[in-house]
């Protein structure tokens, strides 16, 4: 990751292909978000603060969270990346705002919810004493 943020620096400098290569590098950072290792994700999670801080747009930072953060833990771990571009950035623009309010809702009222509840019968990973 700290090398994503020194790759970003120099694409914005880019004439011609810096913004394609500023999602490339998005990209990359999203996906290290889906490792088993906290320790990765941390890293991940901070360097994706830096670039909203540094500038990228906070709506392409959480489209890209939400298409590689979808299910099961990678919930967890996309509202932890999503407080911590919150928390790094100064302003919240429109479309941004919007989709900040879809992933909360997915959160609180989607599949997310869904399995801290266990609300549907057979959400069971691991044998329970019912058989």
């Known amino acids: 990751p700290p090398v994503a943020l020194a790759l970003l620096r120099l694409a914005r400098k880019l004439p011609k292909d810096g913004p394609g290569e500023v999602s490339v590098l998005v990209v990359a950072v999203c996906a290290a978000m889906r490792h088993r290792d906290a320790t990765r994700r941390d890293a991940a999670r901070a360097c994706l603060a830096k670039m909203g801080a540094a500038g990228v747009p906070l709506s392409k930072?959480?489209?890209?969270?939400?298409?590689?953060?979808?299910?099961?833990?990678?919930?967890?771990?996309?509202?932890?990346?999503?407080?911590?571009?919150?928390?790094?950035?100064?302003?919240?623009?429109?479309?941004?705002?919007?989709?900040?309010?879809?992933?909360?809702?997915?959160?609180?009222?989607?599949?997310?919810?869904?399995?801290?509840?266990?609300?549907?019968?057979?959400?069971?990973?691991?044998?329970?004493a019912a058989g």
Request: proline share 1%.
């Open 61 to 128: 930072l959480l489209g890209e969270l939400r298409s590689a953060l979808p299910t099961g833990y990678m919930l967890a771990v996309r509202s932890a990346a999503v407080n911590s571009l919150l928390t790094a950035t100064d302003a919240l623009s429109d479309d941004a705002a919007a989709t900040v309010a879809e992933l909360l809702l997915e959160d609180l009222l989607g599949d997310a919810a869904a399995a801290r509840d266990g609300a549907t019968a057979g959400d069971h990973a691991a044998g329970s």
